[in-house]
């Protein structure tokens, strides 16, 4: 047995179809209306719930903002705190023996204790020469000022370093100076062959 095509009537020409019917009846005209139009109906349904769907698919996500369906990214990893870059230094390069060596330190923590010691560039530190560390407090900014003297009688060698160490901000920071002699001569100028001499004890022939 073949179908016939379903065609949908509208609503509005139901009644009329009715009449119609009721005029041509047949053994199986009325079931096979009665199908159509059942048929029709559900097709009907269906569209407008699919029409409906759509509608509110769309007003949910034009009403939320994008961000709203994005994936939330982790929080970012807290940034360490950076290590004070801490510096000692000299207000010279050279000293002469029993000169006071000015010592300049920055970048340490506030109020910090910082532990000083002076020594030969080599490490040696003989007894006796000041060669002993000392404590000084940093001010507010990190910063501080402290003094050291070089002893006349200091024979181990003329580089000398000088190592400031924080309790907390940094292991240690080091600078490097030098002990210098100055040597004079009796007089400023010489006739050739005329011995110059100089109060260390030292004597050389002056250039012909």
Known sequence: MRHRPTTCVPEQALPALGKSVSRQRSPHSESNIVDSTWRCVMRSINVKALVLSAVLVACLFGALPPAAFAQEDPPPAPTPTPTPACAVDTDKDGYL????VTILGSGFGPLEEVTLQVTHADG?????????????????????????????????????????????????????????????????????????????????????
């Not at 023996?97 to 006071?100: I, K, N, Y």
């Open 124 to 208: 040696a530190a003989e007894p006796g020469m000041g060669h002993e560390s000392w404590v000084v407090v940093a001010d507010a900014s990190g910063r501080f000022t402290s003094t050291w003297q070089i002893q006349p009688l200091e024979q181990a060698g003329h580089q000398i370093k000088v190592t400031a160490a924080g309790g907390t901000s940094c292991a240690g920071a080091e600078a490097e100076f030098e002990r210098i002699v100055v040597i004079t001569t009796d007089k400023f100028d010489y006739q050739p062959g005329e011995i110059v001499q100089s109060p260390v004890g030292v004597s050389y022939p002056a250039n012909r």
């Open 97 to 100: 023996a029993g000169e006071l």
